[in-house]
């Protein structure tokens, strides 16, 4: 096993440790899932590179980056939806949804299925493109929509730490209410953006290859 496959490997093993790590009571393991979040993030653009500029792409990588990428996707969001959905969420009655200027946003359901329904559809879109010797290469906006859903997923991910921390310490200055207002617009406007994206990149996906499906179904019904 290469490196790159081996950092995968790493990131499916770090995926169930970052769905569980948020709901754990205490600041200090929701350090840990931050960080780790980071470090997965960060490992799995790492990876990638490694693999082109070495020229280590595998069969095996092929199969375990995309399994990698759902896991980290999955285990990201079960927390997120679970822990920022009402002030009631969890038995403890902790409520991370993000604090704004404009008042307290949360993470809707809708939001969560166009996301992971995005990622189905493509799933099932590459997969019958590649039975056709079609490959479907990542677009300009699906990659601005990864990032902000990185960014949007580590807002949340930061603020199950440091708002547990907050509340352990009884922080109430000033300087830390303008922060709780900082933290909760960037993971608002980068949920939207993300969103937003989402649904673009998923149209312009089905307009570029959307008659591979159409090719599809069609030999599939002429059996």
Do not use: C
Not at 21 to 35: E, M
Not at 103 to 129: D, S
């Amino acid at each position: 096993m290469n490196l790159p496959n081996a950092i995968t490997v790493g990131r499916i093993a770090a995926a169930p440790f970052i769905g569980w790590l948020p709901f754990a009571s205490t600041w200090s393991l929701r350090l840990v899932a931050f960080l780790l979040f980071v470090i997965v993030a960060v490992s799995d653009y790492y990876d990638g590179m490694l693999a082109r500029s070495r020229n280590l792409i595998t069969d095996l990588g092929k199969q375990l980056d995309p399994l990698a990428d759902k896991l980290f996707l999955v285990a990201t969001f079960v927390p997120m939806y679970s822990l920022m959905r009402t002030p009631s969420a969890v038995a403890s009655n902790e409520s991370f949804r993000f604090v704004t200027p404009l008042g307290i946003v949360g993470l809707p359901l809708w939001v969560v299925l166009v996301v992971l329904g995005r990622e189905i559809l493509m799933t099932v879109l590459r997969q019958r493109a590649a039975s056709r010797g079609v490959v479907i290469a990542a677009i300009g906006p699906a990659k601005w929509k990864t990032a902000l859903q990185l960014v949007w997923a580590g807002s949340a991910y930061f603020w199950f730490w440091i708002a547990t921390a907050a509340a352990a310490g009884g922080w109430s200055s000033s300087a830390w209410h303008a922060f709780e207002n900082f933290n909760g617009t960037v993971g608002v406007v980068t949920m939207g953006g993300a969103v937003i994206l989402t649904m673009y990149s998923l149209a312009l996906y089905l307009r570029r290859y959307g008659a591979v499906l159409r090719a599809s179904a069609g030999a599939t019904s002429a059996r």
